[in-house]
């Protein structure tokens, strides 16, 4: 199976702008993604996809110093950008790897062991582990087909198209969907970057493991023998699906 990792960028966000930059352990939050993607070792291609406002000059240059192929579309409408991102390739993967670009304690292991059920399991054309959420947010993973983004492309509207995938999932009688749930439950952690109340946590996280990946297991013992760092986010409440 050919997977294509697709990851979303952009320096404009309503609680944290310019989080995809900050630097974390000597690297950008953006960079820390990237490599977490590409160290799962099954992917085929990597993508950024940002935007093509001024500000997101930024990104495009970071994509260039790390090394990794941009692509730039609309703001809003994510679901464009990655349709683009397919259409600038000469032949269509079998299957995207959708990464967001505030989530920079990515587990490898998990994108691996995730594109593996997929690849494993016929005629599936989705998959992901916030279906029923037993995982941190922030390491969650999701892969779709291709055929079945360019389907949705021509169907999704208003937030569908910000968030991607949302149609798929939202639509399980039109698809088969797969929800990937492991345990045992993290899922009371927060470990994306959306406040600075999350850069905190995650800047001590860093801070104690220093430049490298961390297995989720190993980062949620952890966290367990330090509740004053786990709580430090714990009132921050996720955006509505219906929100940009």
């Known amino acids: 199976m050919r997977t294509l990792g697709i990851v979303q960028a952009r320096m404009g966000s309503s609680r944290l702008p310019g989080k995809v930059l900050r630097r974390l352990g000597g690297r950008t939050v953006l960079d820390r993604v990237v490599r977490a993607a590409r160290d799962s070792g099954v992917l085929d291609g990597l993508v950024v996809a940002t935007t093509t406002e001024t500000r997101d000059d930024a990104v495009a240059a970071e994509c260039e110093a790390i090394?990794?192929?941009?692509?730039?579309?609309?703001?809003?409408?994510?679901?464009?950008?990655?349709?683009?991102?397919?259409?600038?390739?000469e032949d269509d993967p079998d299957a995207v790897l959708r990464f967001t670009a505030d989530c920079p304690l990515l587990d490898p292991e998990l994108i691996m062991l995730a594109a593996d059920v997929f690849a494993a399991t016929p005629d599936l054309d989705y998959l992901s582990t916030s279906i029923a959420r037993t995982l941190p947010r922030g390491l969650d993973v999701e892969i779709v087909r291709t055929e079945v983004l360019r389907q949705i492309d021509k169907v999704a509207a208003e937030h569908h198209r910000t968030h991607v995938t949302s149609y798929v999932y939202s639509h399980p009688y039109d698809f088969t969907v797969l929800g990937l749930t492991l345990q045992p439950d993290l899922s009371h952690l927060r470990l994306t970057l959306d406040t600075e109340d999350d850069w905190r946590l995650i800047e001590a996280v860093v801070g104690h493991f220093g430049d490298r990946p961390v297995p989720v297991r190993t980062l949620a013992d952890w966290l367990t023998d330090r509740p004053e760092l786990a709580g430090l986010n714990a009132h921050v409440r996720q955006k509505e699906l219906t929100q940009a």
């Open 67 to 89: 090394g990794v192929a941009v692509h730039r579309g609309p703001v809003d409408d994510v679901l464009t950008r990655f349709i683009g991102v397919l259409d600038e390739r």
